[in-house]
């Protein structure tokens, strides 16, 4: 939503402004009355259907140890805080509470060590996925997540527990955090696991902490698992006459040990959205693609050149024998802009009018029939949804087109039922968040409520961290 | 320790039996003053150093309602609960409370599905590896957790965050759990995740059991991720004149991109002993043995032979010019029996008549310099160390020979004072159980210790499960 929808944050007691101003220094510090536009670009993240709501007041600091003073000063005060990175989230968990702070790492933002020994990464939260990536490469090293946006922070990947198309190959977010320093909402500052590969000494924080969305502690440092960057890579596309088709294929493209670095799918009406909008075409003759209901996007890499040119022509071979009605190389330009557009469908639903963006996870063989009921739920409701996901990973994102909020409300809380019960869940990689909330609670059995409500109160008995985000 | 150390279990309660075996059948339940011998079998797991203890009843249940069932039962008496696969882990969290249950997972043993389409298994807790192993190969797939003790059960596995060799490659237990089945202390049953790759949807519950070591609740089903299992397979031993020189190598082989599936260093004490307890001729002249300080022990495996052939080939050359004397590609018999001795190095140890086994996790970069600390410290107290490890994660095993008790409890101290020191923690797969507790809650951050006893208590407030394990 616009600026336009913005309420004003609460007046902040003045004594609030004072007390930041000496912890991080005045000018990192925006509040006050004079302050509604600064606040403003604090009101919102990318989540659609939600209205942008500015805080009572933003606070920048510059160490761990301002952000332990700020959390002090919240604690003794009851604010509400919101952590924010750069604001790239699609569910709202950036989204702060009139009558709280938001803590920006904007700061934060320094790649504080690349250990070549160890292949890790240790970063502040305000980093960038790009600016890692840049920084890796100079060594042969990459961090292989790549949720789509690389403007993201990797303090907001952490908080999401961000996935990508790479995942398949990598995981996600998860399987690359090794250790955490972490402020608790009493301003104790707690360092879990380090460059560690493993370990077995207590309760594992770090994941604890990986995808609670601000909930739990504030991140201040991520200890992050590096990789060999491979030199070669090539790019498939493959068209199916239907999704069945692609979701068979699927999992004996993985055991076929090609190893793919990506496997999207893409149905056809989302690759004519996303290659118009990008104005790409792809070189695929106008018959394939009008049998075609979706595509298979197929990376490969490999250290050894030879190896890469076998393996694609082991894949292309294999596509076909699934059923493909053929497998298109595609050269790098065009492999580098359809990948960009395909990491853009966020954009293009959005420039097209979608209401909002779901990420169901299912069982990855499930996708079909979670896809076949999807369609089905919104063309009863008079809807429309279309999509592209990770299909090595079962995970959907479908764009929703309904105008209207009860009927939207109806059709999401369906779709995420017909996930759940293919043995699925609400979301693979965006979150909670606030979008999701009202679906989160009201469908997940109480007995799992109830135990991630204990484990809220065991970090933050008063509830200041990111209220009304993820559980009420 | 011996049965002879087995204090008797308290007398308990008849109406206790009485009630356990309205759950699960008189058969299944263990108790009373008749019993003792049956009873001395559930008094112990591998834990060197520590007094065996029986329990004051066992019971074994057939499934999750009956595990349900009995929870309930402990919680309204108070009774404390031991969970036990086959008792294979190393640290002592399978040795009950003399007041307390044993709740054995011996009937629960059953492979519920291996699903080729998502490439998981869905087991109960009491199946073991081996079975597992065999049960995957059928469907060409394999489970990649090798902790070097193949009787070992996947409940146990998942209580201890299990590693093994070929973590180097696939990452421990943590990174293959997608879901779980979980009896809470309550007698509630929740289930967490699923076949899912991924998933940003709460809290991870998953997570935050694995490696809980029977203490928040007790698995009743996990579900596994699975692999292609690559029917091609060679080993390569490099001698190394000090344990420094392999240290180095190590990142380089791996930033090669020749990706091992093993990354073993074996002292050469080490490497005498458990070649010697197998009878194992390796064919290395005396000339190199004698100036050798170090092995590194290296697995490549690959879906295409002559790709293998290749990575051998380069490898061998990589590893002499990072300064190993020589690289043995060892002969697939000698290979499977060198493999399978290292994976008996516990035994040997044992065997040789080690008082206590630790495995320090460090940075892997940092090993040399904690192996340098840990002989210093053993001489010190005139006391001896030696051990294996995998040097792909820093992850240390050494056997300590110390026969006095106070000594060796300031040699552990300071073991793992060293670890920490260097950015590492206690255990990298054993877990801390009962043998490590004290060193575990004297030398972690107070912060840390009471986050996890709040997260105990958010799951555990009457505390039943495993007291007297991980924390106090």
């Keep these: 939503m616009g600026s336009a929808a913005d309420a004003a944050g609460s007046a902040v007691d003045p004594t609030v402004l004072e007390a930041l101003a000496a912890v991080v220094g005045a000018e990192h510090v925006t509040g006050g009355a004079t302050a509604a536009a600064e606040l403003s670009d604090y009101a919102h993240d990318e989540a659609l259907s939600i209205a942008a709501q500015p805080p009572a007041a933003v ?8 952000v332990s003073a700020i959390l002090r000063l919240a604690a003794g005060r009851r604010l509400p805080v919101t952590a924010r990175g750069t604001g790239t989230g699609l569910s709202g968990a950036a989204i702060p509470r009139p009558d709280g702070l938001v803590v920006s790492f904007e700061r934060m933002n320094r790649i504080l060590e690349i250990d070549t020994e160890n292949h890790v990464a240790v970063v502040q939260p305000g ?13 042969g090293l990459s961090y292989p997540v790549y949720p789509g946006e690389n403007g993201a922070s990797l303090g907001g990947n952490v908080a999401t527990n961000a996935g990508g198309m790479r995942a398949v190959r990598y995981g996600v977010t998860r399987q690359q955090v090794q250790g955490l320093e972490a402020v608790l909402p009493t301003g104790e500052v707690v360092r879990t696991g380090g460059k560690l590969a493993k370990a077995s000494t207590g309760y594992d924080l770090t994941q604890l902490i990986i995808g609670s969305e601000g909930t739990l502690a504030l991140v201040t440092e991520a200890t992050l698992r590096l990789y060999p960057r491979h030199p070669h890579q090539a790019t498939v596309l493959a068209p199916f006459t239907g999704v069945d088709e692609v979701a068979a294929a699927v999992p ?12 999207e799918y893409i149905d056809a009406l989302t690759m004519a959205a996303i290659t118009q909008a990008q104005e790409l ?3 695929i003759c106008e018959q394939v693609r009008e049998s075609t209901q979706a595509y ?20 292309g071979e294999h596509l076909v024998s699934l059923g493909a009605a053929d497998a298109y190389v595609l050269p790098g330009p065009a492999a580098r802009r359809l990948v960009d557009a395909r990491e853009k469908a966020f954009w293009t639903a959005k420039a097209i009018g979608a209401q909002e963006v779901v990420d169901v996870v299912v069982p990855r063989a499930a996708m079909p029939e979670f896809l076949r009921r999807a369609r089905d739920i919104a063309e009863r409701h008079g809807s429309f949804v279309a999509g592209c996901g990770h299909a090595g990973d079962g995970n959907v994102h479908l764009s929703v087109f309904e105008t209207d909020p009860q ?10 039922e017909a996930g759940m019960k293919l043995g699925g869940l609400i979301s693979g990689e965006h979150g909670v968040g606030r979008t999701k909330k009202r679906y989160f609670t009201e469908l997940t059995d109480p007995v799992n409520l109830d135990l991630m409500r204990r484990i809220k ?16």
């Design 59 to 66: 606070v920048r600091p510059g160490s761990t140890a301002e």
């Design 127 to 139: 980093v960038t996925l790009a600016q890692l990536d840049e920084a890796t490469a100079a060594h």
């Design 252 to 263: 004996k493209i993985v055991a076929s040990g090609i190893g793919p670095l990506v496997l």
């Design 281 to 283: 075409d792809l070189g």
């Design 296 to 315: 298979l996007l197929v990376m490969l890499d490999n250290a050894v050149a030879d190896r890469l040119d076998e393996d694609v022509q082991r894949l």
């Design 407 to 416: 009927v939207r409300y109806r059709l999401l809380r369906e779709l995420f």
């Design 457 to 472: 109160h065991a970090f933050d008995p008063a509830g200041i961290l990111n209220p009304g985000v993820l559980l009420d």
